[in-house]
């Protein structure tokens, strides 16, 4: 079979049925003529999520992962890309709306083979869209994220973006070997972007590509949450990647 859209897009949904109709929709409307094939991995049973998706017509090829026992985030992007026929790999969180097609630029923009990851750039809906890349969570810039006011802590470099919205050349992907499943949850994004760097490629943002992210900030609010967060930043400052950008080896 010949493949001519050049997209798989992955989804997980963790009792995500509320939104996942939503972003699938804005993808058939906006971004059909690039995708090949969604793959919504139910982490946990959806039959109701699960009948809806299957008693409709998509113009892309569906398919539906449904998890035994629950993954974390990169287990399951991961288990998701071992089905990619094509040559871009996109994760995408449930929590995205779309009002325009990003993946044309987006695919433009990787073009450029130096490029290991490309994303759009997020909006919370109540203002402009921004890029969000982020200096590398470390002890001390962590508190001066908390403790200063708001807005007033400034970006000293931007080495990671979070996992909302990432489209990669499938072949970067395969050779960094896509996530660490090490990771839980949370950290797993940001451990991913400094492997493409370590290997030479570049993280960057596409200008044209603008999405409406609703993000949950589950860790501020679920003592659950918080703890794989405490425990994914403690990983990810022993990593090799983490301690050679910060020199500390």
Known sequence: MTIKKPVT???????????????????????????????VTLNVPEPALA????????????????NVKPLGFGANHNQAFGWCKTPYFCVLNP??????????PMLERLRDQAIGCTYPLQSDGR????????????????????????????????HWINGAFMLFPSMVFMRIGGFDTRFYMYCEDVDL?????????????????????????????????????????????????????????
């Open 9 to 39: 897009v992955s989804i997980v949904s963790h009792e995500h049925g509320d939104e996942i109709p939503l972003l699938l929709g804005d993808l058939a409307q906006h971004a059909s003529g690039d995708i090949h094939e969604v793959i």
């Open 127 to 158: 203002g402009p869209a921004k890029d969000l890349a982020r200096e590398v969570p470390s002890p001390s810039g962590l508190l001066r994220r908390y403790l200063a006011p708001r807005g007033t802590a400034p970006i000293a470099a931007k």
């Open 95 to 104: 929590d995205i709306r779309l009002a325009e097609n990003p993946f044309l």
């Open 193 to 249: 972007c400094l492997r493409l760097r370590a290997h030479g490629w570049r993280v960057e943002a596409t200008a044209d590509a603008q999405v409406q992210h609703l993000a949950q900030h589950a860790s501020r609010r679920r003592l659950q949450h918080l703890w794989w967060h405490l425990q994914s930043l403690w990983r990810l400052w022993h990593t090799p990647q983490y301690l050679a950008l910060t020199g500390r080896r």
């Open 51 to 66: 009948h809806w998706i299957e008693e409709r017509e998509w113009p892309f090829v569906m398919s539906i992962v449904r």
